[in-house]
């Protein structure tokens, strides 16, 4: 059990990095026109931006399959990136940018912090100039409470 939980873990802090580096290198990069969607605002549900998902969810979908047969280590991992896809959709999709209304504002520091640093991100529409790529882990500056309304 702790094994599993042990590859359960590092399938998500795999995820954060490697979204970090997409989002930075890629999405920021050759695939900006697609992302960039996502730094306008636009009306309606869905976003050009969403395709990234498939991506993302795609790949712990093939581990889980892979690994479902004996259970090792690739249907833990594969289960780590849908933990991270879950909570990605919550914090980012809900919380932040309130694409669903279920939430409220955040309370806990850590959740405003997450929201200050996703708002400094998204301070640039443009492709260069942005700041605060991955989600889960933040820099500690936007720990500070500097009176800012969240």
């Not at 990234?52 to 690739?74: E, M, N, P, Q």
């Not at 919550?90 to 279920?102: A, E, G, N, S, T």
Request: proline share 1%; glycine share 10%.
């Amino acid at each position: 059990m702790i094994e599993a939980i042990a590859w359960t873990l590092l399938g998500f802090g795999i995820m954060e990095a490697f979204s970090w580096w997409v989002h930075k290198y890629v999405m920021h990069g050759v695939l900006w026109k697609i992302h960039k969607t996502h730094h306008e605002h636009t009306k309606g549900f869905f976003e050009l931006n969403d395709l990234f998902t498939l991506l993302f969810g795609g790949s712990a979908i093939v581990l889980i399959f892979l690994g479902v047969g004996s259970f090792d280590y690739r249907f833990w991992i594969g289960c780590g990136i849908s933990l991270y896809g879950m909570l990605y959709f919550i914090l980012h999709d809900v919380l932040i940018h309130k694409r669903l209304k279920w939430l409220g504002r955040p309370k806990t520091k850590y959740l405003k912090a997450i929201t200050k640093a996703h708002r400094a991100h998204h301070r640039t529409k443009e492709k260069d100039d942005a700041v605060s790529f991955g989600l889960f882990f933040i820099p500690k500056r936007y720990f500070k409470d500097e009176g800012e309304k969240i």
